[in-house]
C-alpha cells in the first residue's frame, strides 16, 4: 500500500516526506510578433509572491513557499478532511538565446503570468571588400 502511495506521488512530482519540496507547473512558449511569450498558471499565488529571474540566458520563475500558520490554541485547530493543495514551492526554468533584459515585461491575471522576452537585434556588419595582393 505505502508503495502504491510514494508512486502516485512520485508521479504528481511530489515527496511525501519533504513539504518544502519544489514542484514546478505548466507552461506555454509562443512566439508572437517577433517576441517570445512564456504562459505560465500559477493560480493561487499573490503577485508578490512570485520572483522571476533571467540571468545567463536562462528564466527561472519560482514562487515562495506557503505554510499554514497553526493556532496555539488546539480548540480551534483545524481538522483536514480533504488536503489535496500543497504549501510548497513552485520553480520552472527555461533556456533562451540571448534577450535585452531591459526590455522583458511581466504581467499577472487571474492565474496566468505572462513574460515577454524580446531578442536581441543581430549586429549588422557592414560588407568588407577584401583586397587580392
Same mark, same amino acid.
Given at each position: 500500500m505505502f508503495e502504491l502511495l510514494y508512486d502516485l506521488a512520485n508521479q504528481m512530482n511530489c515527496n511525501l516526506f519533504n513539504?518544502?519540496?519544489?514542484?514546478?507547473?505548466p507552461i506555454n512558449v509562443t512566439l508572437e510578433d517577433g517576441n517570445y511569450?512564456?504562459?505560465?498558471?500559477i493560480p493561487g499565488v499573490n503577485k508578490e509572491d512570485i520572483k522571476i529571474e533571467f540571468e545567463n540566458s536562462l *528564466?527561472?520563475?519560482r514562487t515562495?513557499? =506557503? !505554510?499554514e %500558520?497553526?493556532?496555539?490554541n488546539k480548540e480551534n485547530t483545524k481538522k483536514y478532511l480533504i488536503k489535496e493543495r500543497?504549501?510548497?514551492?513552485?520553480e520552472r526554468s527555461i533556456q533562451f538565446s540571448e534577450f535585452e533584459?531591459?526590455?522583458i515585461q511581466a504581467k499577472y491575471e487571474?492565474?496566468? *503570468?505572462?513574460?515577454?522576452?524580446?531578442? =536581441? !537585434?543581430? %549586429?549588422?556588419k557592414e560588407k568588407k571588400k577584401i583586397v587580392i595582393e
Open positions: 513539504e518544502g519540496d519544489k514542484r514546478s507547473f511569450h512564456v504562459y505560465a498558471a *528564466l527561472t520563475i515562495e513557499a =506557503k !505554510k %500558520e497553526k493556532e496555539e500543497s504549501e510548497c514551492a513552485y533584459e531591459e526590455s487571474n492565474g496566468i *503570468l505572462e513574460v515577454i522576452l524580446c531578442p =536581441k !537585434k543581430p %549586429e549588422v
